[in-house]
Structure formats: C-alpha cells, structure tokens
C-alpha cells in the first residue's frame, strides 16, 4: 500500500485529507504548522488539520522549520512513497522533494499558472475574474512553479466572497485529487509544463492593503471587499476613526461628487461616491473597539453624528 505523508495546514486542507482517508489510502503521517496562540487569553489553538489528523489518530509532525535537516529528517522516516500537500505554509527543502518514490504534489487553489502563492483566493475575485479553479501539481523548489498533472475549473459568481469560493474550491480540490490519484500511481498521467509567460501571482496580503481606495471604480471596490471578506476585512477611516468595512453593495450614483463623500444616509446603508458613477451602499461594518452591526444600527447609535459631504477614508489612521 502507498504510504502517503500529507502536509496541510488550514480549514482549506481538512477536505482534502479526508478525502485521502475517504478512499482508503494509506496517511502515515500527517505536518502541519504549530499550534498559535490566539484570543485575548492568547491560548494556543491547533490548526484544523492537526485536529483531524487526530481526529483518525494520524500521528502529527509541527515543525517550526521544515528545512532545517533536524525536522525533514522526521518526516522522512515516516518513508513516503508520496507526499501531498495543500496549504501547508513552508518551503519544503529539496530533500523531501527528492525522496518519495512518486513525488511531492500539491494542490494550489488557482488555475495556473495565473495566482501562483499564498492567497489566489483572494486574488481571483479581487481582480474581477469570473473563474478559478484547482491545479495539481509537482512541487518544485520554485513557487508553484511544477509541472501540472490536473486542472478544474470553478465558476466565480458576482456574489462570491473568500469564503464561499474557499468551500468550493476545497471541494474541488478533494474531488480533483481523488481522481488524479489513481493515474498518478499506475503512471497514467503525462506532466504539463507551465507557461512562464503566462504567471502571475498572488502573495500573501499586507495590511495596507486591507484599505479601500475610494478613488477606484465602484465595481473594483465591490470586488475588494468581497475577496477580503471574511478574512481579514477591508477598512476605511471617517475622521481618521477606522471602520471594518464587512460588506458593500453596488448603486448607481451620479458622478457629482469626489471619491470618499457620502451622498446618502439610508435606513439600509451608508451610499459612498467612487471613482465613478456606480457608488457604495456600506450595509456591514465594525467602527473601532466596537461589535460587527449593520449600517442602520450604526446610524442609530454613534453614526447619527455623521452627514452628507462628510469624506471618508482621506484622514490619518487612528483607533
């Protein structure tokens, strides 16, 4: 029987694991990346494939460095004839990619070679694209730079966010995997090269990157706050008082006023002008220090100080 050592890290992966256990093969070893701490308690939380791993009582490997020889030795003995990633979060060492008898492969959430790195996700719905997909891949000691051994394609729909596309993606990538499988071991697969003249990226994000830029079109700005939402949010500032901005919806609006004004305080929402004529209606949002509430209980509350022609997002940060 394949023995198979699996490195996976967030909720993304959980689907994919259990989809190796699903089909009866053999998970010798499951590595993830250690327990952080989170919450004001700041109590150490497992990753979500460490707690199924445990779940099936799969013995669990948390190195700190995967590429320091002391910690890839301890997956090695594990002796994997394959070894399948999936949000793992390291750079595995040329070591391990040498090592197995059938290779490292991984399952990246993008169609590549477009969105190679850590948030494709985000990226695909961010820069208005209206499909993703899965690629599995070898891994190399290039960033998602393989040989591509199978691709599906998903549907972005205009009311997807990080976290629907996330679900769905995860189950493709289980699907894709419990297919591809069975080629790959009885050497029925023919590797792709990638097209490098076709790669983009998608790096991990940056908090400056979480604000909103009013002075994009209304239909970008939709786009971003649905690829940051739920996680980690996008923002923008009113008197230089952050608000998390959850959620958003498209209006039409002249364009009469500069990006950043509000033209409307409604029951519903707060309408924003953009750069041009489709506006923001904010339905969702979290001022600082206080709870997620929609706009209208905002404007109930604390927002009933605000009025049209104020500007948001153009003053220094500051909680």
Not at 35 to 44: A, S, V
Not at 72 to 100: H, R
Not at 306 to 311: C, E, F, R, T
């Amino acid at each position: 029987m394949t023995n198979i050592v699996f490195m996976g890290t967030p909720d993304f992966a959980v689907p994919i694991l259990h989809q190796l256990l699903h089909d009866n093969y053999r998970v010798a070893a499951v590595v993830t990346q250690p327990d952080k701490p989170k919450g004001r308690k700041r109590e150490l939380v497992p990753p979500p494939v460490k707690v199924e791993a445990e779940r099936h009582g799969i013995p669990v490997l948390q190195p700190t460095k995967i590429r320091e020889p002391e910690q890839y030795e301890q997956v090695l003995a594990f002796a994997p004839d394959l070894i399948v990633t999936a949000a793992f979060g390291q750079i595995l060492p040329k070591a391990l990619l040498d090592a197995p008898k059938y290779g490292c492969i991984n399952v990246h959430a993008s169609l590549l070679p477009e969105l190679r790195g850590g948030a494709p996700i985000h990226y695909a719905i961010w820069q208005g694209k209206t499909k993703t997909g899965v690629t599995i891949m070898y891994m190399v000691e290039r960033l998602d730079a393989g040989d591509m051994l199978a691709q599906v394609e998903v549907p972005i729909a205009e009311t997807d966010t990080v976290g629907t596309l996330h679900d769905k993606l995860s189950a493709a990538g289980a699907k894709l995997l419990s297919e591809t499988l069975p080629l790959l071991l009885e050497g029925n697969i023919t590797p792709v090269p990638q097209d490098e003249e076709k790669a983009t990226y998608a790096p991990n994000i940056r908090r400056e990157q979480e604000r909103i830029d009013w002075t994009q079109p209304g239909e970008a700005i939709y786009n971003h706050i649905r690829a940051f939402h739920p996680w980690p949010v996008t923002y923008t500032t009113q008197d230089g008082h952050i608000w998390k901005v959850w959620w958003g919806e498209k209006v039409p609006a002249p364009r009469s006023a500069p990006p950043g004004t509000i033209l409307a305080l409604e029951e519903n929402g707060i309408v924003v002008a953009t750069g041009n004529e489709t506006a923001i209606r904010i339905t969702e949002l979290q001022p600082a220090g206080k709870k997620r509430m929609a706009a209208g209980e905002f404007l109930r509350g604390a927002g009933s100080r605000l009025s049209v022609g104020m500007k948001l997002g153009e003053d220094h940060e500051r909680t």
